[in-house]
């Protein structure tokens, strides 16, 4: 297959956009929910049987159209509880005092209105909400599909990736997912995920499997072999060849920002920008998805050289790994960062070209 140019498989309107009109970074022209929800414990919830579980920080954006919606009927049953409370009268005979709290659960009852009117006239409102089952369906399709069953916030999720530089988007599993962000720093995170490369390596594979489209059949077979030189305990080798497919797709189909007056000019620095999110929590419900998987994509591009005198970056390098091999860099963890990155990018260039209509 002969490579496109930049910017022709996925049009800047499409992948990594500025919307102009919100300053978002996205997919869409159409401004979007937002993700700011509270931060969730680090406890790992699997997910039921019946479907996937929706984390209750993904949710947070319906949190004003529901108090929105419900919050003057609310008010009301509360004024209705308070007006009739005074009025009930409390008897407690002497002999009943054993049984106090009965008689009290019988007073508070009389003043409550009728539950079951309350419950019914409360699922009518909720069925008002304008496009309810639409955003449900948007959160279940868009949020990362590892993370469903985990209490994730996102805005805690993305220093570790846009800054430390390790993918957390289709990879790894929810379990080490889980470990990852509770750990205090990138260090104790790269020794979990050395410790778990049995699984990531099939995580990894698992992902792969899911990348089809023609722009990338070339690289796949590439992928799955630098996996299995992973899984089998070759990480030089297989953090080599990790990084060079996923130089090869981003800088293909990912556009470079435009560059400023005076601004660097490197293909790999813009593409970099493009891709950086400033404010995580304005990132559209549209967008999570794939917006996160490319966020490590910024220490992935950084340029470093030895003539100036700057000590190498320790996150996953393309540039040292490819112009400045040294055995300092070529680590287990960074192995298994390369591997992670190389399932997780793919796999989301693979939504986002699905999405894409050809040109």
């Known amino acids: 297959m002969t490579p496109r140019t930049a910017g022709m498989i996925i049009p800047s309107q499409h992948a990594f956009g500025r919307d102009e009109r919100s300053g978002n970074i996205g997919t869409t022209d159409e401004p979007g929910e937002h993700w700011n929800g509270d931060p969730g414990d680090d406890e790992d919830q699997p997910p039921a049987k019946a479907g996937p579980v929706i984390p209750p920080e993904a949710l947070a954006p319906l949190r004003d159209a529901f108090t929105q919606a419900l919050q003057p009927q609310i008010d009301a049953w509360v004024k209705q509880i308070q007006i009739r409370l005074p009025t009930v009268k409390i008897d407690l005979p002497r002999s009943a005092s054993p049984k106090v709290n009965d008689h009290l659960r019988r007073a508070i ?6 539950t079951t009117a309350m419950l019914a006239q409360l699922s009518q409102e909720i069925a008002r909400l304008p496009r309810l089952s639409d955003r449900l369906q948007l959160l279940t399709q868009k949020y990362p599909p590892n993370w469903l069953g985990c209490r994730i916030n996102p805005v805690d999720a993305w220093p570790v990736m ?5 993918p957390l988007v289709w990879v790894p599993r929810a379990g080490i997912l889980t470990d990852l962000l509770a750990s205090p720093d990138r260090d104790t995170r790269l020794k979990i995920l050395v410790e778990h490369r049995a699984a990531i390596a099939e995580d990894c594979r698992a992902v792969l499997a899911e990348v089809t489209h023609p722009e990338m059949t070339e690289q796949v077979p590439l992928g799955l072999k ?7 305990g070759h990480h030089e080798s297989a953090q080599a060849l990790a990084v060079v497919i996923v130089e ?14 005076g601004g660097s000019r490197s293909k790999y620095t813009r593409i970099a920008a493009a891709l950086r999110v400033e404010d995580p929590e304005k990132v559209t419900v549209e967008d999570m998805r794939l917006t996160a998987a490319m966020a490590p994509i910024g220490p992935f591009f950084v340029p470093w050289y030895p003539s100036n005198g700057n000590p190498a970056p320790e996150e996953l390098s393309r540039h040292v790994a490819v112009h400045q091999a040294h055995v300092a860099h070529y680590t287990p963890g960074n192995a298994v960062v390369a591997v992670m990155l190389l399932a997780s990018v793919l796999r989301a260039l693979q939504e986002q070209l699905e999405l894409t209509p050809p040109t």
Not at 226 to 232: C, G, K, L, V
Not at 248 to 261: F, Q, S
């Open 226 to 232: 630098a996996i299995d030189a992973f899984a089998a």
């Open 162 to 166: 846009q800054d430390e530089g390790i």
């Open 248 to 261: 090869t797709v981003v800088t293909r189909l990912i556009p470079p920002k435009e560059p400023k007056p």
């Open 109 to 114: 009852l009389a003043a409550m209105p009728d």
